[in-house]
């Protein structure tokens, strides 16, 4: 599998970025073998991410990175410099539903996603035997009602013991602390099975059904504090009709909720999405 380096870089627009950016990389010999840019017009930022063939440059990343600093300082970038080599340690956590955590481990060994997943943490035992058949640790934490701060802190230990570098919520059911939103803000990702805004917290599909819409749909977004108002990385949707039942609804939205899932999560781990406020660019 080739190697190589991602640059992914925010900064104020103006004239000659592009430009300095790829003749710093030429400049090293490096080979540039995608590059995407966005001008946001209403912000004035720019967005930016290339992945460069590691070979080509002919140094480490820890040098590249130095030899980068002084023009992400004159155009005063907030950036990063990823190695492929280096693969992203993620985290999943599910409840009872099985279906977005069955799919990410298919994807996973089927190397759909590149990443170590480290664990999967679940506040039930329902799916041990089967994270445990993957080779992968398996953590039960409870979430009583009466002792939510306990059990989170709990969580909290366990990512920071796998050195996790992405949490995932595959319909994890339950609603983690602003403590722990904010310590890993934009680190966290959740799937709601719902088109969002649209029928934000509990029984989306039924709060669907009830209101006769004639398309429903899944969101994959970042976590933050407010509940279900993180910046939004993917959506899609599936038309219904006045002949189906809220069951027909769920039924229907967990196809869509795996997918939606499974992109977010690739491109986020591939440095394919840049967070702008509460919004996202994609460069998918």
Not at 92 to 107: G, N, Q
Not at 256 to 272: F, M, P, T
Request: proline share 5%.
């Amino acid at each position: 599998m080739s190697h190589y380096y991602r640059l992914v870089v925010s900064c104020p627009d103006r004239v000659g970025i592009v430009s300095r950016v790829s003749g710093f990389i030429a400049g090293h010999g490096g080979s540039i073998t995608e590059a995407s840019q966005h001008s946001d017009l209403e912000s004035g930022r720019f967005f930016m991410r290339y992945e460069i063939l590691a070979d080509s440059i002919g140094m480490p990343p820890e040098t590249l990175r130095e030899a980068f600093r002084p023009i992400a300082e004159e155009f005063d970038m907030t950036w990063a410099l990823a190695d492929t080599r280096q693969r992203r340690r993620v985290v999943l956590m599910v409840s009872k539903a099985s279906h977005c955590l069955v799919d990410l481990l298919y994807r996973w060994t089927a190397g759909e996603i590149d990443c170590e997943i480290a664990a999967v943490i679940s506040n039930h035992e329902t799916m041990r035997g089967l994270v445990e058949w993957h080779g992968i640790p398996y953590y039960h934490v409870p979430v009583p009602s009466d002792e939510k701060q306990a059990a989170f802190d709990e969580v909290e230990s366990i990512v920071e013991e796998v050195r996790a570098d992405c949490v995932v919520l595959a319909r994890y059911m339950q609603i983690l602390p602003p403590t722990l939103c904010e310590r890993y803000a934009g680190r966290v990702i959740n799937i709601h099975h719902s088109f969002l805004p649209s029928f934000a917290g509990a029984k989306p599909y039924h709060q669907a059904h009830q209101r006769g819409v004639k398309l429903i749909g899944a969101t994959c977004h970042y976590v933050t504090a407010e509940l279900d108002a993180g910046p939004i990385i993917e959506q899609d949707i599936h038309r219904v009709s006045h002949c189906h039942t809220p069951d027909d609804l769920v039924r229907f939205g967990r196809d869509v909720e795996k997918a939606v899932l499974a992109r977010g999560l690739r491109w986020h781990i591939e440095d394919r999405v840049l967070i702008h406020g509460n919004k996202t660019v994609v460069f998918a």
